[in-house]
């Protein structure tokens, strides 16, 4: 594949250092007037310990907190308790830790202030059910939504309305202390209410809309009559990762054999989170099921290849980041024996690239912003 894949993962490791915690937030924490009480500081997401220490290297006044991360993201941090939990199904090490950052808010003052560090990843990390709910009853949900092919802000929409904690309820539970949000966006739009399901901020949405998304995605799962409505002040769906994968394979086609609407050497960037329909049984991810469609859509193009990977090192459920793609991977896959057409149908889009060995691993990247894909096309 040449340099190409040296060039991918270079603008890649450059999307991921742009957005890390220790250079946004600096910058940030300058901007907010210190409190003449206590500063609390609480925190959900893949990003939230990387922030958390980024606010405890730079704070210069007295600080104390809690923020939960995914397991094995966490980091050093001398004044902010690092929690670690499940994502992206909750576990009870989530819900314990959404009840330590209740407790870390509770008999404050109008002098205090609460600083919340929100990234994605926050829904599953802060998995707190309405009473009457289980546990068991979230994990159940959380798997019914992400095999059903909901939009991101689908399931947020239902999370916030069986949560004793998001959908503004932390913010409530805050009062009278002032609240100062900082978060790390992974959702299209950048809406806040749907960064880690909004627990920090007035929920839109109502029990209705949610009851109508689980209806539309056949989940019959016994957690209907619980819904409750959100702390109050729009759902655009997303496309499929196939379907932008087929879009993008047109305009590339259509630049390397056309030159138009650019000409080569040329890179298509592209960002957001697409959603997965899961049909298959096999290991998947959005990235990784964007390449697999394009390469199908590409068909061996020459002088294409691709990169798509999800910034926060895992995609899915795997700790796979995504994968590369190069002109020869169908060619390759064809002489081990592998069918990319059953794979892709499997929703197999890790087991095909770990076997060519083109998946993409990082490790924990400590960030959580958008999707990363790019197309590179250097022939005419």
């Known amino acids: ?9 270079a603008m890649f490791d450059a999307a991921v250092a742009a957005a890390q915690p220790a250079l946004c937030l600096p910058p940030l924490l300058r901007s907010i007037e210190p409190p003449r009480g206590r500063l609390v500081v609480i925190g959900a997401g893949k990003a939230s310990a990387a922030m958390a220490r980024a606010v405890d290297e730079h704070w210069e006044g007295p600080l ?5 991360t995914r397991y094995g ?11 670690e939990a ?14 330590r950052i209740l407790d870390a808010v509770q008999g404050l003052t109008p002098d205090d202030l609460v600083l919340c560090l929100i990234s994605g990843g926050g829904s599953s990390l802060l998995p707190l059910p309405l009473p009457g709910l289980t546990l068991a009853d979230k ?8 095999a059903s092919g909901a939009t991101i802000r689908e399931m947020n929409c239902v999370r916030r309305h069986l949560s004793a904690i998001k959908g503004g309820r932390l913010a409530a539970a805050c009062r009278p202390a002032r609240v100062v949000n900082l978060l790390l966006s992974d959702v299209p739009g950048d809406d806040p209410i749907d960064i880690a399901s909004g627990p920090t901020v007035p929920d839109p949405s109502t029990a209705a809309e949610a009851l109508a998304i689980l209806d539309r995605y056949g989940i019959t799962l016994p957690v209907r009559h619980l819904l409750a409505e959100t702390i109050k002040p729009g759902d655009p769906r997303l496309p499929e990762a196939r379907d932008v994968a087929r879009a993008l394979a047109g305009i590339a086609l259509q630049v390397a054999r056309r030159g138009q609407p650019f000409t080569a050497p040329c890179i298509l960037l592209s960002g957001g989170e697409t959603t997965v329909t899961v049909r298959g049984d096999g290991r998947g991810g959005r990235n990784v099921e964007f390449l697999l469609s394009l390469a199908l859509a590409l068909d061996g193009q020459p002088g294409i290849q691709a ?6 090192g895992v995609d899915g459920q795997e700790e796979i980041a995504g994968a590369l793609l190069a002109p020869d991977t169908l060619a390759r896959a064809h002489a081990l024996g592998i069918h990319p057409r059953e794979r892709l149908d499997a929703n197999d889009g890790h087991g095909f690239f770990e076997t060519l060995g083109d998946s993409l691993v990082t490790g924990p990247t400590l960030t959580n912003v958008n999707d990363f894909r790019a197309i590179l096309i250097t022939a005419p």
């Open 1 to 9: 594949m040449g340099k190409a894949p040296e060039l991918l993962r």
């Open 64 to 68: 104390s907190g809690v923020v939960v």
């Open 73 to 83: 993201y966490g980091v050093g941090c001398r004044r902010i308790e690092i929690l």
């Open 86 to 99: 499940a994502h992206p199904v909750p576990d009870a090490a989530g819900e314990t830790a959404s009840r």
């Open 139 to 146: 994990q159940a949900l959380n798997e019914a939504l992400l």
């Open 307 to 312: 990169l798509a990977a999800d910034t926060d």
